[in-house]
């Protein structure tokens, strides 16, 4: 049986900031031309099912059960 030593390191704030990746990406806000917004708004849509529970008219009826009418 071999073994395998391993060492475990541990950084304070200051030094993991130089080895973590703060900024989210996901979140930050993109500027979109008016083809690029139609071009993402068609994809979405038509990505819609037709009929079932991720559907459109389930998606609307769901989304007035909660807010009201």
Request: proline content about 0%.
């Amino acid at each position: 049986m071999r073994k395998i030593r391993l060492n475990k390191e541990i950084f304070g704030a200051r030094e993991s900031r130089d080895y973590l990746d703060e900024e989210f990406s996901e979140l930050k806000v993109k500027k979109y031309t008016v083809e690029e917004f139609f071009d993402l708004y068609n994809e979405l849509f038509y990505e819609i099912e037709k009929q079932g529970q991720l559907s459109h008219s389930t998606i609307v009826a769901k989304s007035t059960e909660y807010v009201g009418t």
